[in-house]
């Protein structure tokens, strides 16, 4: 079945203590990306990647780092949370070309106190 | 860049039809509609590339006006299980990809 998977689903964590979120797609789509969902800002894109090695910041990159060491992986990663980086995290994929639609994961609800 | 969508909410009555407006200041490449229920994951629901295309899906239709930048969502014959948040998507130039902030649809018997 095609996929994409995040985890953890649910994620409370403690401010400054660095933070790990994985995407990974079974499609073979060349292009991965993330965004977070915040009540009444809709989803805004964090970093996006159109093949391995290549990262690019979307909208909101800061106190974001990602990598593409491989096609099916794009983890998301907080150093440093802070308690505004309390949201609702969505990875989504796709295919090369741009009239394409995007797969999305289940989501990672994310607490930092 | 984020793109504007109207209106913010909408209630209908079962059988009752709806408009969802998204408008967007920069040139568009494509729009796309997502359905989002309340925690769950977004719905893709369409892609529109041309101006003036128009899209169907069960009673769910759209169209594209390029040179206004402008697309509508048209949900005809409402029923209770098209309740949810609705996104609009824009994709400009260089892969990056802009939601509106979402419109929340609650269809009532």
């Known amino acids: 079945e095609a996929q994409v998977t995040q985890n953890p689903r649910y994620l409370i964590t403690v401010t400054g203590k660095k933070l790990t979120v994985t995407c990974s797609q079974n499609?073979?789509?060349?292009?991965m990306s993330w965004y977070r969902q915040d009540p009444g800002l809709g989803l805004r894109q964090i970093y996006y990647?159109?093949?391995?090695?290549?990262?690019d910041k979307g909208d909101v990159p800061e106190g974001y780092k990602v990598s593409r060491k491989e096609k099916r992986n794009f983890p998301l990663i907080l150093e440093s949370p802070s308690p505004n980086q309390t949201s609702l995290y969505f990875c989504?994929?796709?295919?090369?070309?741009?009239?394409?639609?995007?797969?999305f994961g289940s989501g990672t609800q994310l607490s930092v106190l | 860049q984020q793109p504007v969508q109207s209106p913010q909410a909408v209630i209908l009555r079962e059988g009752e039809d709806a408009v969802i407006n998204c408008s967007s200041s920069?040139?568009?490449?494509?729009v796309h509609w997502y359905r989002q229920k309340h925690g769950e994951a977004p719905v893709f629901l369409m892609i529109?590339?041309?101006?003036?295309e128009q899209k169907g899906h069960e009673k769910i239709s759209a169209s594209f006006n390029e040179k206004k930048q402008q697309s509508s969502l048209y949900l005809t014959a409402s029923q209770l299980s098209y309740s949810g948040t609705y996104f609009c998507?824009?994709?400009?130039?260089?892969?990056?990809?802009?939601f509106g902030t979402g419109t929340s649809l609650t269809v009532i018997p």
């Open positions: 990647s159109m093949n391995v090695e290549v990262t």
């Open positions: 499609m073979n789509h060349e292009y």
């Open positions: 998507g824009t994709e400009l130039g260089g892969n990056q990809f802009y």
């Open positions: 989504a994929s796709r295919g090369r070309r741009r009239n394409e639609k995007l797969f």
């Open positions: 529109l590339l041309k101006g003036g």
């Open positions: 920069k040139a568009l490449y494509s």
